[in-house]
């Protein structure tokens, strides 16, 4: 079987999880974000995966981040 790895940095999101993407990135964050979901699958996940984590966890996400959310306002 045959795995693939590709840095946080050739990641695009897409649909909902670009919100949350730009939050993580304008506050610099994306190497945290990486030890995080590295530390949370290490086994990998895929892109889509990946991507749904910051579409439908986006709270959670942010919370663990550290970034302040629109309710933490």
């Given at each position: 079987?045959?795995?693939?790895?590709?840095?946080?940095?050739?990641?695009?999101?897409?649909?909902?999880?670009?919100?949350?993407?730009?939050?993580?990135?304008?506050?610099n964050?994306?190497?945290?974000?990486?030890?995080?979901?590295?530390?949370?699958?290490?086994?990998?996940?895929?892109?889509?995966?990946?991507?749904?984590i910051?579409?439908?966890?986006?709270?959670?996400?942010?919370?663990?981040?550290?970034?302040?959310?629109e309710?933490?306002?």
């Amino acid at each position: 079987m045959l795995k693939i790895y590709v840095g946080i940095e050739d990641y695009e999101p897409w649909s909902g999880a670009v919100d949350t993407w730009d939050k993580i990135q304008d506050a610099n964050l994306e190497n945290a974000f990486e030890s995080l979901i590295e530390e949370m699958y290490p086994d990998g996940l895929t892109m889509t995966q990946l991507n749904d984590i910051l579409w439908f966890e986006s709270d959670w996400v942010l919370e663990s981040l550290g970034i302040e959310t629109e309710e933490d306002a």
